[in-house]
């Protein structure tokens, strides 16, 4: 059976995921941040995690060179910031303030979870490349929804589960 793109796309789409912004620092010491939704747990001993990015994709070369990331888990009042590093524009970063732990990734204010990691591996995945990367620092807040993305577009789950 050959694969449409199109149907693909669409039976993909049917799995609704959580929004991250990955970022990372350029050689030159330049804030660097993606929108991925291809965000996985991996492991728990040790403790890994993995994204799956487009291999078209700007930041690519500057997660593989820096050798380290931080997954931004998004809120769904973050909605503005999903978009933003969705884009190709080059003022990505223009008015936001960030912080900075172990790495130096930049760690984004108000997110649901920081996960910082430093790259453990890269794997071929077809068009696109896999960072598996293990984890050195994180936190995580107790209240807030996620921003959730199915079916191509932004959604409302409305949970309110979750662990104490
Ligand atoms: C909700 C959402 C999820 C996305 N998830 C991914 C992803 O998992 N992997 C990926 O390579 N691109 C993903 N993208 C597309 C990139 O964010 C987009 O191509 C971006 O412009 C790449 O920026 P860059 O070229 O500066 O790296 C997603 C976009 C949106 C809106």
Redesign the pocket.
């Known amino acids: 059976m050959t694969v449409d793109p199109r149907s693909f796309r669409k039976a993909l789409g049917c799995f609704p995921?959580g929004?991250?912004v990955v970022t990372t620092v350029s050689e030159t010491g330049q804030p660097?941040?993606?929108?991925?939704?291809?965000?996985s747990s991996l492991s728990l001993e040790p403790p890994l995690v993995l994204?799956?990015?487009?291999k078209?994709?700007?930041?690519?070369e500057a997660l593989r060179a820096s050798g380290h990331f931080v997954i931004n888990v998004l809120r769904d009042d973050q909605r503005e910031l999903?978009?933003r590093?969705?884009?190709?524009m080059e003022e990505?970063w223009k008015g936001l303030s960030y912080d900075s732990w172990v790495t130096g990734s930049p760690v984004l204010p108000g997110c649901l979870a920081n996960i910082e990691c430093r790259t453990s591996e890269v794997i071929d995945g077809g068009d696109?490349a896999i960072f598996i990367g293990q984890v050195v620092r994180l936190e995580s807040r107790p209240a807030g929804q996620p921003?959730v993305?199915f079916r191509g577009a932004?959604a409302d789950i409305g949970c309110t589960a979750g662990l104490p």
């Open positions: 995921t929004v991250t660097v941040g993606v929108t991925v939704s291809a965000f994204f799956c990015l487009d078209k994709n700007n930041s690519l999903s978009i590093f969705s884009s190709r990505k696109h921003l993305y932004y």
